[in-house]
Each structure stands twice: as structure tokens, then as C-alpha cells.
């Protein structure tokens, strides 16, 4: 199995649907379905490998590289809105230094808990906990703790950023799911 180890989260709203409410199997999320038996890690291209457009000469996993290119595209979505994008100062200014660490870590690691979230079985996140990750005062890389107004612009970047990948519908609404039964955790205030 490959691991992850955490590096602090910079993206609350985001994270929203990516954290676990804590590192034990037992209370990881169940792997979203699109039909009976079919994972949606399966759906979104499962373990075929391909080359890693990123990584010259690596492969990658279809269904993670899916996912990966959605969080990509969502994290740019969030930076990009002033509604919640408040919440991300510390990574903010560290991508604006040139610094690209933190955003990188942030996608592997967000990569990494959506894909064992949708049914991969070969990831496993290993983080902080769904309101410890939300929590400025536990983590760092947090300014300000979420509204259900946050919560609420964040679903909407997270739809911009699986259409602009072209995510079906279907698809999206299974992970809307996903992001809706973690509200309670995430918002704070």
C-alpha cells in the first residue's frame, strides 16, 4: 500500500470533502457507488495505468489521476474566489512567493483521501481528522473557521472545477454527496 504522510492542509472549505473524520477504517467514509458493485474509482478509470502528464516517464492510476485533475482545477477555482478564499492565506502567499510545496502537498495528499474515499483500494489517508483540519486552532494553515455560507461557495467550486474536466453529472452528484454528509463536521461556526 502506498502512504502519505499529512502535511498541514491549507484549503478548510475544500477540505471538506477530503478529510476523514479520523485515521481508523472504521469510520472512513464508505466508497461512493455509481451502480451496484461499481466503485466510483472504477468509474472514473480505476486502476488502468496511464502516463502522469506531470511526471515525466511515471505512471499513473486512471481513476487517481481523475481525481487528481478536479482537485488541480478546484484548488484554482477556490484561490480565484473572494468568498472563501480568505480562508487560505498561508498557501496563498507561499504559491504568490513561488513557493509551490504546500499546494502540492495539499493536492497529493487531498488526491489521496478522495481516491480511498471513492473505492481505491492502494491509498490510504493518514491526516488530520475532519474538524481538527477545520480548526485554526489545531491547524495553522486555517484563517478562520467555516460558515455554511463557506461551505456552501465551496460545493459550488467544486462543481466549476469537475466541469471544467467534464465530469458527468452523474458523477458529480455522487460526490456531492459525499461533500454534503461531512457539512456538519466542517462548519464550525
Not at 25 to 35: D, E, L, R, Y
Request: charged share 15%; glycine share 8%.
Amino acid at each position: 500500500m502506498k502512504k502519505l504522510t499529512f502535511l498541514p492542509i491549507a484549503l478548510a472549505a475544500f477540505f471538506s470533502i477530503l478529510l476523514i473524520e479520523s485515521c481508523s477504517k472504521s469510520s472512513s467514509p464508505t466508497p461512493a457507488k455509481t451502480t451496484i458493485g461499481t466503485a466510483l474509482y472504477d468509474t472514473l478509470g480505476g486502476t488502468t495505468l496511464v502516463a502522469d502528464p506531470t511526471h515525466a516517464g511515471a505512471m499513473i492510476e486512471k481513476g487517481r489521476l481523475s481525481i487528481r485533475n478536479v482537485i488541480d482545477s478546484t484548488i484554482f477555482v477556490i484561490a480565484a474566489d473572494s468568498k472563501i478564499n480568505g480562508h487560505f492565506t498561508v498557501l496563498l502567499s507561499e504559491v504568490t512567493k513561488g513557493d509551490l510545496s504546500g499546494y502540492t502537498d495539499l493536492s497529493e495528499n487531498l488526491t489521496t483521501f478522495v481516491s480511498g474515499a471513492t473505492g481505491a483500494k492502494d491509498f490510504i489517508y493518514i491526516g488530520l481528522n475532519m474538524h481538527d483540519a477545520h480548526d485554526p486552532a489545531v491547524n495553522p494553515r486555517i484563517n478562520g473557521k467555516a460558515t455554511n455560507a463557506d461551505f456552501d461557495a465551496f460545493v459550488a467550486d467544486l462543481v466549476t472545477g469537475a466541469n471544467k474536466n467534464k465530469v458527468p453529472s452523474g458523477i458529480i452528484n455522487s460526490l456531492g454527496k459525499i461533500v454534503e454528509s461531512l457539512r456538519t463536521t466542517v462548519v464550525q461556526m
